[in-house]
């Protein structure tokens, strides 16, 4: 048997506590635009979930509503921090930094010190995670990992920063997946930055740890 459930509303009121015709139309909207996100979520679902599995979600609604929370709604704002690149791992470091037309960059950026296994050109999704306090990065690392993340690389970062120029003017962006050990010892991770002046490509060094302002690059395991 369905159980239909009634979803409260809190529709916009006016002065003398009615409900507008025009907020009536916003609110209409907005439901008919919730209803086609719920068709897609499960248009979403794989198909081929193991039937103990699905079992043992549908007992656990609690932790499912929590964890597709913070799936959809990271830290809990609203989603569109989610950002489609394609990245191609053949092409040389230089290159991808001369692509990103930055106003300043570090020399020691190169592809001698930042090798990647990976190869080929791939369409990604870039997810940046704010932790909202300062945070060392084998903290953040292990918090990504329990939330399914995989800290970005530096190809991944280079085309993140080509494809959106802007937003590194508003926070610095890490990408915790490429580390270079500096002549000194210093183990240094490639980051996006900028500001009024303009863009630039820098190293932030891993034993300082980031402040609350930075954002980490990551793809979802």
């Not at 549908?58 to 913070?70: D, M, P």
């Not at 290159?95 to 020399?107: C, D, E, H, I, S």
């Not at 990976?118 to 306090?133: A, D, P, S």
Request: with cysteine; net charge positive.
């Amino acid at each position: 048997m369905v159980r239909k459930v009634r979803v409260n509303q809190n529709p916009l009121k006016s002065g003398k506590g009615g409900t507008t015709m025009a907020n009536r139309g916003t609110t209409s909207q907005v439901n008919g635009s919730y209803v086609e996100f719920q068709a897609a979520v499960l248009r979403a679902l794989p198909r081929d979930i193991d039937s103990d599995v699905a079992l043992s979600w549908t007992k656990n609604g609690e932790l499912l509503a929590r964890i597709l929370r913070e799936a959809l709604t990271p830290n809990g704002k609203p989603a569109g921090n989610t950002y489609p690149l394609s990245v191609d791992y053949d092409l040389s470091v230089e290159n991808a930094v001369k692509l990103g037309q930055y106003n300043w960059t570090n020399g020691d950026i190169t592809g001698k010190n930042f090798p990647t296994t990976r190869t080929g050109k791939v369409e990604v999704v870039v997810e940046l995670i704010r932790f909202n306090c300062a945070i060392s990065t084998k903290d953040a690392q292990r918090e990504l990992d329990q939330r399914g993340y995989r800290p970005a690389e530096l190809h991944e970062l280079l085309a993140f920063g080509e494809k959106y120029p802007e937003l590194q003017k508003q926070f610095p962006i890490v990408a915790l997946g490429s580390v270079w050990r500096d002549r000194l010892g210093g183990r240094r991770v490639p980051c996006l930055g900028g500001g009024g002046s303009g863009r630039g490509l820098g190293l932030g060094w891993v034993g300082g740890g980031w402040g609350g302002v930075c954002r980490v690059a990551t793809v979802r395991k």
